[in-house]
């Protein structure tokens, strides 16, 4: 899609918040997530928000059309977890297609409504692809460092119904997301690129990793630039940081990748570090404040969300983009 593209090179784009913080305000019960399609499953549903596509779309639609209404010009699939393999957990790897498939789909509706009330601000969609539960990198047993729970060859199969899904529902972006080991990103992106070929399809692609602490690296080791090079064979669309730290942690790793990347920059870093309760307290102004320095110092061509992001940081963000894109130039 070479829309996105042309409109990169003349501004930045806002990306939506947070899909988890905003569900958590509805409060939902176990049968929200089996209604019409899982009421026999024998297995608690409860917190599998993706199944929230399939079992109560109008909740998701609501969501989406919030973060649309705040500014944002792309919004994420309700698909994070939308692979068999995170989808074991709950017995439901058969459902897997249907997640992404019906996630792209309502984030298209949406989208379109926003876009046909204001052309000249269209809306995009990012079909989200999570880093599963599991990593090809790290032993999960401390006593044999050899084991892995799964293989490179199942995560690309995982990865390719997730892509198939996301692209057939109608999404404009796949992004690779929350990437906290770089082999289990190369599964996605080996998958997107097979899925695409079988497709004919070119869309763009978004990469985007996670630093997990004042370290500096992933988890599993990587420095940032580290995990550019790894991925900076794909032609893509951008590459960036969410996740795991606040915005004024992020910036020295963003900072890296302004400097030595060959493709645009997002981030959408969490709304703080999470409290003892595990709430995050960083209020929209306070974010975007810090915001304000990536804007300065031309890091990003895209910025957004995550932990802890409501449609009022988004508005935040998107009011400061505005104002600073619009202002008088001297």
């Avoid at 913080?21 to 026999?40: A, C, H, P, V």
């Avoid at 009022?312 to 008088?328: F, G, R, W």
Wanted: aromatic fraction near 6%; charged fraction near 20%; charge should be negative.
């Amino acid at each position: 899609m070479n829309e996105i593209r042309e409109i990169l090179k003349k501004r930045i784009l806002i990306l939506d918040g947070a899909m988890g913080t905003m569900i958590q305000r509805y409060k939902l019960e176990e049968n929200d997530f089996r209604k019409g399609w899982f009421e026999d499953h024998p297995y608690s549903l409860k917190g599998n928000n993706d199944l929230l596509v399939l079992t109560r779309p109008d909740i998701i639609k609501a969501i989406h059309a919030e973060y649309l209404e705040a500014g944002a010009d792309i919004i994420e699939t309700n698909t994070f977890s939308g692979t068999t393999i995170a989808q074991a957990d709950y017995h439901l790897e058969k459902s897997a297609y249907d997640i992404n498939f019906y996630g792209a789909k309502i984030a298209r509706e949406v989208c379109n409504e926003f876009t046909k009330a204001n052309p000249n601000k269209p809306r995009f969609v990012a079909g989200s692809i999570g880093p599963t539960n599991m990593t090809l990198s790290i032993s999960p047993d401390v006593n044999d460092p050899g084991f892995r729970s799964t293989t490179f060859d199942k995560m690309v199969v995982a990865y390719s119904e997730q892509v198939t899904g996301l692209i057939k529902g109608g999404s404009d972006i796949l992004l690779v997301e929350t990437i906290f080991d770089t082999l289990n990103a190369k599964a996605a992106l080996f998958a997107i690129e097979n899925v695409q070929k079988e497709l004919g399809t070119d869309l763009p692609i978004m990469v985007s990793g996670t630093i997990t602490d004042a370290s500096g690296r992933t988890l599993s080791g990587q420095t940032t630039e580290a995990f550019l090079i790894s991925v900076q064979h794909m032609n893509l669309l951008t590459i960036g940081l969410n996740c795991a730290l606040g915005a004024s942690a992020l910036r020295p790793y963003l900072q890296v990748l302004k400097n030595k990347a060959p493709f645009h920059i997002s981030a959408h870093p969490n709304a703080g570090l999470p409290n003892e309760m595990g709430e995050y307290d960083e209020t929209p102004e306070m974010m975007a404040a810090q915001i304000k320095t990536f804007l300065d110092e031309g890091l990003v061509n895209i910025i957004g969300g995550c932990c802890g992001t409501t449609p009022a940081h988004i508005k935040a963000m998107a009011d400061l983009v505005d104002s600073m894109t619009n202002s008088p130039k001297n």
